[in-house]
């Protein structure tokens, strides 16, 4: 039972969100969880189920929780509003942006408003085959073909002839999300489009032309959109006067610190885990990750699975020393001391 247990959750190869199959993996993935066995259980495994139920632990480690942060709730409150506002709007729709430095949770936020989202129109119309969310990324250094082809290839949509042109991927495009009623569109990496030149207009231009055919409420996210170009100029002044914009950042080492650090703490599955370990390192974990909530994340993470591995089946400041986080977080860190 422990093996079937770990093929099924080690085994799953989840595809990329920009695909539909994918996206629709994610919003139909259940929340992981595991119950840890009784120590005497456990010690009573064989060889290969024992390793069948570490590997079951390290599946469950490896995605954790997603904690509900203040700027997820602030997102999915703003983004639930903006389609409500929209339903009978037929023009001039207003939009989201989230803002913000790497590792601040944006994607992880735009991603829950879609999910969420999703979850409630299947409730409201199920069965009816509809596809309520798209979400795609914005190209580097792309232009509004690659933009279009970015949604043909969300939608599964044939491959594109070299003699179709912008426009001709565009319409179909728009025809397949009009049929398949979605009224949200979900960009990341908007930080891309950079309207101070002249590719970054035509992309603009081009998905003002999916905002003005399409009756759904667009959602963004990017890094520092404010200073990347996306607000330059007259498109950029009209792009600000349509969009909410809603900006992530480090977390100070406060309350809600360390509440996030209790629930990480909580979703631990490690045998000799003493509750309260986390919010007990509190300082020290936020001068590791600079209160940023994608390097806690990953060094929470990356210490659960050593923790596994090496059998030591407890965090420790000694273990968490020895896990590098990212570059950013570690130079900060440094600075810091």
């Not at 404010?226 to 992530?248: H, N, Y």
């Not at 590791?288 to 929470?300: A, F, N, P, Y």
């Not at 986080?325 to 810091?336: I, P, T, W």
């Amino acid at each position: 039972m422990v093996a079937g247990k770990a093929r099924e959750a080690s085994g799953q190869c989840r595809e990329p969100t920009t695909t539909l199959s994918g996206w629709r993996q994610f919003v139909d993935a259940a929340p992981a969880t595991f119950d840890l066995l009784p120590d005497a259980a456990r010690a009573g495994l064989a060889a290969g189920s024992r390793a069948a139920y570490d590997e079951a632990r390290i599946s469950y480690h490896s995605e954790l929780v997603v904690v509900a942060t203040s700027t997820l709730r602030e997102v999915a409150r703003q983004g639930r509003l903006l389609t409500m506002l929209n339903r009978r709007e037929i023009s001039a729709r207003r939009g989201l942006i989230v803002s913000g430095l790497p590792a601040t949770g944006k994607s992880t936020a735009l991603k829950q408003l879609g999910r969420t989202h999703e979850l409630m129109v299947r409730e409201r119309y199920p069965g009816t085959g509809r596809i309520p969310v798209v979400y795609v990324t914005t190209p580097p250094r792309g232009s509004p073909r690659k933009l279009a082809m970015e949604f043909a290839r969300f939608l599964g949509l044939p491959p594109v002839r070299r003699g179709q042109n912008t426009t001709d991927i565009a319409d179909a495009v728009c025809q397949v999300l009009i049929d398949a009623r979605a009224d949200l569109v979900l960009v990341d990496e908007i930080h891309n489009l950079n309207l101070a030149t002249s590719a970054g207009e035509d992309m603009s231009d081009h998905l003002k032309y999916f905002t003005e055919h399409l009756p759904a409420t667009f959602a963004y996210a990017g890094v520092d959109v404010e200073r990347s170009g996306l607000f330059t100029g007259v498109r950029g002044r009209q792009i600000a006067g349509r969009c909410v914009l809603v900006s992530t950042g480090p977390f100070p080492c406060q309350a809600e610190w360390a509440s996030l650090l209790a629930t990480l703490d909580a979703a631990l599955r490690l045998h000799r885990h003493r509750p309260g370990t986390l919010p007990g390192l509190g300082k020290y974990l936020h001068q590791r990750t600079g209160g940023m909530i994608g390097s806690l994340s990953h060094l929470v993470r990356a210490a659960a699975l050593t923790a596994v591995m090496d059998g030591t089946e407890e965090i420790t400041r000694k273990l968490l020393d020895g896990i590098p986080v990212d570059h950013a977080a570690q130079s900060g860190a440094r600075g810091v001391a």
